[in-house]
């Protein structure tokens, strides 16, 4: 038994610790976006200049291809406090079964992967690492949150819950 309550602690620590290392990563994100200014020269300033000049009818709305890249960026840091946010209320949940974070901690590893590949794709590494450095972690709690199978092939349940309660 202590070995599962360790087990479950260090799921537990490894949770917050993605939260922590997101947090990080998201901060970077939002400084680095909202003070960026054009340091590269006047063509650079000249894109700038056009994608917040030129407005056009989008969906009933007059909008600005500005518009669009300033929101998106928005919507990133957003997103991000979203999964910091549930990353740091997980491991209330996997208090009580850590085998039941499993899913979420899934769907936040493929996630991760997946905005690592984007960021390599259309931006810089910076960001790429720390979705990898997320995703690690995440993985590690995911495969560590998974049922130990006692001898005969029985699942074994956590503390305070019933056999009938884990199908």
């Known amino acids: 038994m202590a070995h599962d309550e360790t087990t479950a602690r260090r799921v537990r620590r490894s949770l917050r610790l993605a939260s922590l290392l997101a947090l990080l990563q998201y901060c970077a994100h939002a400084f680095l976006f909202l003070s960026a200014r054009p340091t590269h020269g006047a063509a650079e300033a000249a894109v700038i200049d056009a994608m917040k000049g030129h407005r056009f009818e989008f969906s ?9 890249y300033f929101g998106y960026g928005l919507l990133a840091i957003l997103w991000g406090l ?3 946010v549930l990353l740091w209320q997980l491991p209330t949940l996997a208090a009580i079964d850590s085998s039941r974070v499993r899913p979420t901690v899934a769907l936040l590893i493929l996630a991760n992967v997946a905005h690592a590949a ?3 794709t259309y931006f810089f590494p910076a960001p790429v690492v720390g979705d990898v450095v997320v995703a690690a972690c ?3 709690t995911f ?3 998974r049922h130990r199978e006692r001898a005969g092939g029985e699942v074994a349940c956590p503390r305070g819950a019933s056999e009938g309660t884990m199908r």
Do not use: K, P, Q
């Not at 009933?60 to 669009?68: P, V």
């Open 60 to 68: 009933g709305l007059t909008r600005s291809y500005w518009d669009f």
């Open 118 to 120: 984007l960021a390599w």
């Open 82 to 84: 979203v999964e910091i």
């Open 138 to 140: 995440l993985a590690w």
């Open 143 to 145: 495969f560590a949150s």
